[in-house]
């Protein structure tokens, strides 16, 4: 028998990972190749010319240090002491610039670091929204599965509110109102009627499919100028901050809606886990009888935060819409709520750990379309897979097992 | 509002001749796709109001659904069934062996037989549309209005009706360059190996709002998205830009997407409404004969739509070569080719 | 405070748990409640506790009728409950699980921690009880969690308190400073409802005992009645408190345990250099405060745990890297210490938990094909073998009394020939009827020649039913001693002290149940 | 009973089912029915219905015009109103149970048939999620699965050439093994790392989707001489026989899927590998201790559920459809997971449920093109219907039936 319980799993994966990277982006590519890096946008403060190096090498010295860092890991592992997130982290990213100076090796086109940055988190946008309504539906003991249905309905409320008062912020307004409702629908058949909280979710997400799509091919078409050509919100550039290069273009020159989702992420990961709603909620989510015998309505706390929950997805739904500067048209979220949840699960049930999955998928998925841009080799069919099988290899690899709030689904009855 | 007397009300039917039925099946796209089965569809409804024929249609939601639809509409006593997009050919094949009095219209397939040569079914009118010789021109009509030699395209799904489109738009850009010996760039396609930008489904717009905004950012100022509504998360990226102009497909852009008007440059006309209603105009009178109908800019099926607003962005003599290009392609000394042209 | 409750009735559907219950609770008054499993003790106490509606009947505090809308509002009016089942939150801190419901806060909500800390601490300190506000509930052990739950309950200034079951889990060390916070509380006034199955305690402490059955009370009682007559009263007949049982005649060693060490996935040695042998035909004890071992102890030699090294062999066959089903298959017999989570499906029929680790083998498989017939006849053989009280042997185990869920496993582990019986915690929440019946069967079981291992956290169970006894203190065995030690001297080895220091402390320094136990000798000596 | 004494009490605290005799199943199932579970789902399609019958009414252009004279002449918007939801309906009848307008007979039970051509995918994928429920696996995958499925099964079929029978049987056990191994990299990871299997499922439906669209862009997948996303025919002899003749689509997948129900029934139990499935889903815990392992147990559950939805995949590609297409799966897998949760995760209840979902279906489409419903609102009356059959107590208060809450906790002790 070897050192009892000592998981080496990880050290393992990491070895592995680094060393495929040298040898696939480092070792075999041939030399005498140059990749470009782009970094400025026209706005910033100060102009980073793009950047060459020399591709071979580059990728050869990231892997290296990949290398070295799993050589870290298990010297850890075997010592048993715990290294933070920022070895997977700092892994990853060794990792992902060998990939990166890998595939944009010779190219025409160099790689937009900022854009490629600026396009992951506006995809993991609705994500994030989606995945918070699914952390405080679920720390309260509610399967959230109606994600989908929520954004869905957040994104048609908002577009036909702004376009009807021309209004962008009135749709934002009226986004989580529409969320909100489905939100209630969940939590009153759940609750009250004690459905399996999955079809309840499942058979939602149809119905806001069916009657959105309903609207919109009667309604909304019909008179598309009265209902549906919502006003965009406008950029707000933060002075200064918005100018700094890389950063500014990313967090500081964005819709209401991205300040918004910061926002509410750290409101949320601060009351969730500090505050007196929080505690009550996750108290109802673990253990609802024993939140029960200290006073706390238990059904009503459900009720509450299902309904909260739903109009944060909701307010996501408009990111479709008013944030985007679009038209609603149909089943326009495409699935998004279905990663959400998945985002959900994957940051461990809390608000920091939904937005970084977020951005880990959004950002894979604008991975794959800045390949695209720049010509890539592969089929797009396959391109396409890369932010699912990148999530699948996060949760296998990285995160592994994870615990739900321990009475989520369960109906309560005294 | 007031009431309508009943006699009126009573007698709603058109008192033309023996009743005629135009049916239409949709894809799974429905028909507010803001693509082929919109435009399909609205040929229908002009045939309704200008030839007083009845109408019926069904919407699919998935692959499944396409053989109980145009089976119901047999029982409806269709006439004339337009079933749209190549997913419903066996599914139309089947229903017109199985029913050899009615009469079919297809939009976007030709049949082929188990040796891959084209096969005509006497009760079938395939309905082909050579967009790859539109799109050729509105590729050169790119090339010669950027600014920044960087032009771009890219699909929803990758099949042949979308890549016919990238296909001619890139030999166009070719064509640009050899002519005038630049070197405009096209990105999102590789007509050569067949590859490029797709974002994987007709639905989610932001997708195609953060693809564009990617070729904005590498540079294209030109966008052309083959993508159905998808394609107007591209209009948005390009407004939101400034000065980047998007090419609309299938229909003008300017008439149906009017809140982008400002930055369409033109657009990739598929005429399916005039096709559609031209099918069930000449099979009501009996004119039906199953030889496909293939639009082309011969016939006008397919086109360049004007330059309306951005009509002063073209300059002159770049107008003048598109329009000599056309009649070179009319006259069939030209010719565009794809792997996916009918 | 008066506490009151009259004509208490409350239903569970057909089943009248409680039927008109009167109770007094006088103020600064210990009342204990005695009855057997299912007698309705904490039914009456969460009608009390404003958890449930009463169907009939009425509370009154100080001659007053109150109508409670839910825990809060018995909260409010100075009730505190310790529930039988801890309704403490495991992820949570304790300052988190003390202030639920009542949290103290600063701006926009957020718990004033520190104000939270310190009022643990407070209790904490006051009593004595050593808890770290900032530990997580999961990783206490079972006693500490007991004291958060009454931190718990004095942090709402309670002045009735109902203790429901508390002891179960106690060491009598432990259970001996309960009973000192019992007196401190009703020194200052607190009226105390305490309820348990364990008639020494209730007549150590109690100033009042209303026994309870079937939902009906029986009588209130002087603490000076006799254990006997307690007995009879919560059961309806005599029975036998002792464990009756012949001097072991031990065979030979068959099964051993060597240098066994288990580290955890945190690194923690859980069990550490564990030595001991068993004797065919010998009940041998492992005794110990829950939480220092036994379970990674027993959860390794059923081969649920991989140690990190040491031998564990059963005739001489190592057992060590085994899947459980072969250590199943071996002839090792394992009741486990919890039966909820391991030792019962309580979706599943008795009769499919009956034959849980047999269901692949003959007779009850033929192949991948089950045999119904079979498996219902063993299983109302079984039934009837051990007594298993229930309807039909397809009811749902969930529907059974915790008593006979534990028979069901019971049969299921001793229906088949056994060369190891391991039963961990076999007697736990079980009324004096199911124990008594427990334990004749584990003796028989040793009298047919099995070796047996017990572990258990009770003492009474130990001190009766053990041939042999070894303690157990954070993953080593501290010292192995004969069955005859004194209740104190193993409380205190339960408590790290090495034996012969035990000795000597135990000597100098009586527990209240010890000298509760001296007095039941001598008058049970003046008895005969 | 044994060991209690004859106390007058007892009667009271005892169960007082222990007198009656535990009934056989015949009596019970007979008890089910008359308990009400069958009429509670009557009333909740007729309550369905009618909620659907104001959208009906809404969306039909006779009795939008009739509404806008409402008060000159009620009487109008009230046969307006009947017209359109009378028809509606009947359409819906017509097209998924008997046509009793059709000229032939064949044509009129041509509908029941097509109910239940629809219902094979569903019921096949259903049970597959089914007993991943009652294992405790919440499977989402059918999607992908049947994708796979289909893919195997499809190529099998139209690739290969083999004599009649062994090619049938060869592309069936094809389109299982395609379904088995996509669902095990879920119940794998699952059982080796701790992975969400709800993640996992999602994922791998997205891949699944890319990759059939990719192997369709491939000649070897193509027809000969076309370019478009779709198979060759499949060959005659790995054909799903037809049932009832060339004027039926239904095929030998139905009788299938129903052996496959029996099939199921036997395994969850009669079979000790079912008896696993069931102790792991229902405790863990107690079936570790048991000597069973829940690892292993993880990995057979996905893999047969996958084999089952690969199978509803191949009824589509062998039977139904005959061709492989990248939309092959519709909504099917979805749908199967409403449709085993509606059918109690039982066998039976899978296929009563699949029915239903199959003569919705087939009746959406005779509405739709019979009186020009849109097809988003059946869409919504489907969803409405699984919400009220999936919540009696809010049919009973709707209906103002009595609440048998109290007789059912005697039942449930007999
Ligand atoms: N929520 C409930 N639903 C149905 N029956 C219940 C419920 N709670 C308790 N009972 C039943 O009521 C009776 C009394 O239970 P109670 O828990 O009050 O017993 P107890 O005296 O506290 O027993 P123990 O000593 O085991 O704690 C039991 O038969 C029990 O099964
Ligand atoms: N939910 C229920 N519905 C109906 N009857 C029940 C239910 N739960 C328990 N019972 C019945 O109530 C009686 C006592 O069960 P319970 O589990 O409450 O006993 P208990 O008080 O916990 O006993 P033990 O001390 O042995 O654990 C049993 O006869 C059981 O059949
Ligand atoms: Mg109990
Ligand atoms: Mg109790």
Redesign the interface.
């Known amino acids: 028998m070897t050192a009892g319980k000592v998981s080496y799993r990880a050290p393992i994966a990491y070895a592995a990972i680094g060393l495929l990277s040298l040898i696939g982006f480092g070792l075999i590519p041939p030399s005498g190749r140059h990749t470009t890096f782009a970094i400025s946008t026209p706005k910033d403060l100060f102009t980073i010319e793009p950047f060459t190096v020399p591709s071979k090498s580059t990728a050869i010295v990231f892997s290296l240090v990949a290398l070295a860092l799993a050589a870290l890991a298990f010297w850890a592992a075997r010592k048993r002491i715990r290294l933070g997130v920022w070895l997977p982290s700092v892994f990853g990213l060794c990792v992902l610039l060998a990939f990166l100076t890998w595939s944009a090796a010779d190219k025409a086109n160099s790689m937009p670091v900022t854009g490629l940055l600026q396009g992951s988190l506006f995809l993991a946008v609705p994500l994030v929204f989606g995945s918070l309504a699914g952390v405080l539906c679920e720390h309260s003991g509610i399967i959230d599965i109606a994600i989908e249905g929520q954004l869905l309905a957040g994104a048609f409320l908002a577009a036909v509110v702004a376009t009807m008062s021309h209004n962008p912020y009135a749709g934002l307004i009226a986004a989580p109102i529409a969320g909100a409702l489905v939100g209630l629908l969940l939590v009153l058949f759940a609750v009250k009627y004690r459905v399996d909280q999955i079809i309840v979710g499942v058979v939602l997400n149809v119905l806001v499919v069916g009657v959105t799509s309903y609207l919109f091919s009667t309604v909304l078409t019909a008179h598309r100028e009265t209902w549906n050509t919502p006003p965009k919100l406008p950029v707000l550039e933060i002075p200064f901050l918005s100018r700094i290069p890389v950063l500014g273009p990313v967090l500081f020159r964005q819709t209401i809606i991205v300040y918004l989702m910061f926002a509410v992420v750290i409101v949320l990961q601060v009351m969730l886990f500090r505050s007196r709603w929080g505690l009550r909620m996750r108290a109802v989510g673990e253990h609802p009888k024993a939140a029960d015998t200290v006073g706390i309505k238990v059904n009503r706390t459900r009720l509450r935060n299902t309904v909260l929950g739903g109009a944060i997805a909701g307010l996501g739904g408009a990111f479709f819409t008013v944030a985007a500067g679009l038209a609603f048209g149909k089943e326009m979220t495409g699935g998004k709520g279905f990663i959400a949840l998945a985002a959900m699960i994957l940051g461990r049930w809390s608000p920091k750990g939904a937005l970084l999955a977020a951005l880990l998928f959004g950002f894979a998925d604008n991975l794959q379309v800045v390949l695209g841009i720049i010509g890539t080799p592969v089929p797009s069919q396959l391109m396409l897979m890369t932010p699912y099988l990148a999530t699948i290899f996060a949760v296998a690899g990285l995160v592994g097992r994870n615990r739900p709030p321990a009475s989520e689904g369960i109906p309560y009855v005294k | 509002a007031s009431a309508p007397s009943s006699s009126s009300s009573a007698s709603a039917s058109k008192p033309t001749g023996p009743a005629f039925k135009a049916c239409m099946v949709s894809d799974a796209g429905g028909f507010d796709d803001k693509s082929f089965n919109q435009a399909g569809f609205q040929g229908l409804n002009r045939a309704v109001t200008e030839l007083g024929v009845t109408e019926a249609h069904a919407e699919s939601k998935a692959n499944s659904d396409y053989v109980p639809n145009i089976d119901n509409m047999i029982q409806q006593n269709c006439d004339l069934t337009i079933t749209v997009g190549f997913l419903l050919a066996d599914a139309t094949k089947a229903a017109a062996t199985a029913n050899p009095a009615k009469k079919f219209a297809i939009i976007d397939n030709q049949f082929y037989d188990a040796d891959g040569k084209v096969l005509a079914i006497a009760n079938v009118k395939p309905l082909l549309f050579d967009t790859a010789q539109a799109s050729y021109l509105a590729g050169y009509l790119a090339a010669g209005v950027t600014k920044t030699g960087k032009v771009a395209t890219f699909g929803g799904m990758q099949i042949g009706s979308v890549t016919i489109f990238m296909d001619g738009f890139a030999d166009g850009v070719a064509k640009y360059n050899t002519d005038n010996g630049k070197s405009v760039q096209v990105l999102g396609w590789d007509k050569a190996s067949q590859k490029g930008s797709f974002t994987g489904d007709f639905d989610d717009q932001s997708k195609g709002q953060n693809v564009a905004k990617g070729f904005i950012d590498a540079g294209a100022d030109i966008i052309l998205p083959v993508a159905g509504p998808v394609g107007l998360g591209a209009a948005a990226a390009a407004t939101a830009a400034g000065n980047v102009k998007i090419i609309g497909v299938d229909q003008d852009w300017y008439v149906t997407a009017p809140e982008y008007k400002g930055i369409i440059l033109s657009s990739v006309l598929k005429q399916m409404e005039p096709a559609v209603f031209d099918v069930i105009k000449t099979t009501r009178d009996g004119g039906f004969d199953a030889t496909p109908y293939k639009g082309t800019l011969v016939n006008n099926g397919v086109g360049l739509a004007p330059y309306h607003d951005l009509d002063s962005a073209v300059p002159a003599e770049l107008k003048a070569k598109i329009e000599s290009l056309k009649a070179q392609i009319v006259a069939g000394t030209l010719t565009v080719t794809s792997p996916s042209a009918p | 405070m008066r506490l009151e409750l009259r004509g208490i009735t409350k239903r ?5 748990a409680n ?1 008109a219950i009167d109770l007094v609770v006088e103020p600064g008054e210990i009342h204990a409640l005695l009855g057997e499993n ?1 007698a309705g003790k904490s039914t009456l106490m969460n009608v009390l ?1 404003g ?2 509606d009463p169907d009939a009947g009425q509370i009154l505090i100080d001659d007053k009728v109150v109508d409670f809308d ?4 018995a ?1 409010a009016a100075g009730i505190g ?1 310790v ?1 039988q089942h ?7 801190t304790v300052a ?1 699980n003390v ?5 103290p ?1 600063g701006v ?4 004033d ?1 520190a104000k939270a800390r310190a009022q643990v601490k407070e209790i904490s300190d006051r009593f004595g009880f050593h808890i770290d506000p900032d530990a997580l509930i999961e990783d206490l052990p079972v006693g500490a969690q007991q004291r958060v739950e009454i931190i ?1 309950a004095l942090s709402r200034r309670a002045e009735v308190l109902i203790l429901d079951e508390p002891t179960a889990v106690l060491t009598p060390q432990e259970t001996d400073e309960l009973i000192a916070i019992m007196r401190q509380l009703k020194e200052a006034g607190t009226s105390i409802v305490f309820i348990t199955h364990k008639l020494r305690e209730v007549r150590a402490v109690a100033d009042q005992i209303t026994v309870i ?4 009370v029986v009588g209130t009682v002087a603490p000076t009645t006799s254990e006997r007559e307690l007995a009879s009263m919560m059961v ?2 005599s029975v036998e408190l002792g464990v009756v049982k012949d001097a072991a005649t031990p065979g030979e060693v068959s099964f051993s345990v060597r240098d066994l060490t ?4 945190a ?1 923690v040695r859980q069990v550490d250099g564990v030595t001991f042998d068993v004797a065919r035909g010998e009940i041998f004890a492992i005794a110990g405060v829950q939480g220092n071992g036994q379970t990674e102890l027993t959860e390794t030699i ?1 081969g ?1 745990t ?4 040491g031998s564990i062999t059963l005739d001489g066959e190592e057992l ?2 085994r ?3 072969e ?3 071996a002839g090792v017999g ?1 009741v ?1 210490e919890d039966r909820s ?8 029929s008795v009769a ?1 938990n009956l034959i ?2 047999r ?2 083998q003959e007779p009850f ?1 033929r192949g ?3 045999d ?1 017939v079979r498996v219902r006849s063993s299983a109302v053989e079984r039934a ?1 073998e051990f ?1 298993v ?4 042997v ?2 749902l185990a969930s ?1 059974l009394s915790g008593g006979n869920q534990q028979k069901v496993v019971l049969a299921r582990e001793m229906s088949r020939p056994l060369r190891l019986l391991l039963a961990s915690q076999p007697t736990r929440g079980l009324d004096v009827g199911s124990i008594e019946f427990v334990h004749r069967r584990i003796v028989a079981e040793r009298d047919v020649g099995t070796p047996v291992l017990i572990v258990s956290t009770e003492l009474d169970e130990v001190l009766g039913l053990a041939d042999r006894i070894a303690v157990m203190y954070r993953g080593r065995i501290i010292g192995t001693v004969d069955a005859h030690t004194h209740r104190d001297v193993l409380g205190l080895m339960m408590a790290g002290v090495p034996h012969d220091e035990a000795v000597a402390q135990a000597a100098a320094h009586q527990t209240v149940l010890g000298q509760a136990d001296r007095a039941v000798e001598t008058s049970s000596e003046e008895d005969a | 009973m044994p060991g209690v004494t004859p106390d007058p009490q007892s009667a009271r605290l005892e169960d007082p089912a222990a007198e009656t005799v535990a009934p056989g199943r015949g009596a019970q199932l007979l008890r089910e029915i008359t308990t009400g579970n069958a009429m509670i789902s009557v009333l909740a399609v007729v309550a369905a219905l009618f909620l659907g019958a104001v959208l009906i009414g809404a969306a039909d252009p006779k009795v939008q015009n009739a509404a806008t004279y409402l008060f000159a002449r009620p009487g109008d918007f009230g046969s307006a109103l009947w017209g359109a939801v009378s028809n509606a309906y009947s359409a819906l009848f017509q097209g998924a149970v008997y046509d009793f307008d059709a000229q032939t007979f064949a044509r009129a039970i041509r509908p029941l048939t097509e109910t239940m051509t629809m219902s094979v995918p569903l019921i096949f994928a259903g049970l597959g999620l089914a007993i991943g429920f009652r294992a405790g696996l919440f499977n989402i995958g059918a999607q992908g699965q049947i994708i796979l499925g289909a893919i195997f099964g499809g190529y099998i079929g139209f690739a290969w050439h083999l004599p009649i029978g062994l090619h049938l049987l060869l592309a069936l056990i094809g389109a299982m093994l395609g379904g088995a191994i996509w669902a095990s990299i879920a119940g794998v990871l699952k059982a080796r790392t701790g992975a969400h299997e709800v993640i996992v499922t999602i994922m791998l439906n997205n891949i699944a989707l890319y990759l059939v669209a990719y192997l369709l862009s491939l000649k070897a997948f193509q027809r000969p001489g076309s370019v478009n996303p779709i198979s060759p025919f499949i060959d005659k002899n790995a054909e799903l026989p037809l049932l009832l003749g060339s004027g039926f689509r239904l095929h030998a997948g139905f009788l299938l899927a129903l052996v496959a129900a029996v099939g199921v029934w036997w395994l969850m139990s009669r079979s000790t590998l079912g008896f696993t499935f069931r102790a792991v889903g229902a405790n863990p815990h107690a079936a570790r201790t048991a000597g069973m392992s829940v690892e292993r147990t993880y990995i057979w559950v996905m893999g047969i559920a996958g084999a089952l939805a690969g199978l509803g995949g191949a009824a589509q590609v062998l039977g139904t459809e005959r061709v492989l297409t990248g939309g092959v799966a519709a909504s099917f897998g979805f749908d199967a997971i409403t449709v085993a949760l509606l059918g109690r995760s039982k066998p039976l209840g899978t296929v009563l449920a699949g029915l239903l979902f199959g003569a919705l279906r087939a009746g959406g489409f005779a509405m739709q093109a019979r009186t020009g419903t849109p097809i988003d609102v059946v869409l919504v009356v489907q969803s409405l219907i699984v919400l009220l059959i999936a919540a009696p107590p809010l049919v009973r208060s709707i209906f103002r039936l009595p609440d048998p809450a109290r007789a059912a906790l005697t039942g449930a002790r007999a």
């Open positions: 569970f559907g057909s089943l009248v039927d299912g506790y958890f449930y839910g825990p809060g509002d909260m409950m529930h801890f309704m403490l939150i495991p992820v949570f988190e202030v639920l419901g009542h949290e806060t926009a909500g957020v718990i921690v718990k059955r079937r939902g009906a309806g007949r288990v580290i955890d996935a690194g059923l649920l991989r140690p990190t090294s060590v890297g899947s459980v089903k250590v199943l298959r394992y486990p989570t391991d030792g019962l499906v309580s979706a599943f499919e849980l680790d269901y692949d498989a991948l094909a089950l119904p009837q007594d009280r229930t309807g039909s397809d009811d529907t």
